[in-house]
């Protein structure tokens, strides 16, 4: 089972900056996607920012050029830079990672983090 973890979330004022991280573990021998979501109170969840393996991002509209996702694929953690935060922004942001994981034959998966709690105040 491939299991990820978050972290870095918390409460911060508009114009300031957060650091989400993910860490992934288990048995995995490759991850392919990489990326984050977040869900408003009554609202669906929806895409903020993708990276594949190879570095290829990709932004929902509304967080390009504040927000920057990376991943270091060592470590198999990616990475959610939130600058200029706005109160939009607050929501729950989720990670999610797919790929393969170990077995008598590669066997893919595609896994979701708990959750991890945004809030900007204006």
């Known amino acids: 089972q491939v299991q990820l973890v978050e972290s870095g979330g918390g409460l911060v004022q508009a114009g300031g900056s957060l650091r989400l991280s993910c860490a992934a573990s288990?048995?995995?021998?490759?991850?392919?996607?990489m990326g984050w979501y977040r869900q408003a109170p009554g609202k669906q969840r929806e895409l903020v920012a993708a990276?594949?393996?190879?570095?290829?991002?990709n932004y929902a509209g509304s967080v390009k050029g504040r927000f920057t996702i990376s991943r270091d694929n060592a470590k198999k953690t990616v990475y959610l830079q939130m600058n200029s935060l706005k109160p939009e922004d607050t929501a729950v942001y989720y990670c999610?990672?797919?790929?393969?994981?170990?077995?008598?034959?590669?066997?893919?998966?595609?896994?979701w983090g708990q959750g991890t709690q945004v809030t900007v105040s204006s």
């Open positions: 990276i594949t393996s190879s570095g290829r991002t």
């Open positions: 999610n990672a797919e790929g393969y994981y170990s077995g008598l034959y590669p066997t893919p998966f595609n896994s």
């Open positions: 288990g048995s995995i021998l490759s991850i392919n996607d």
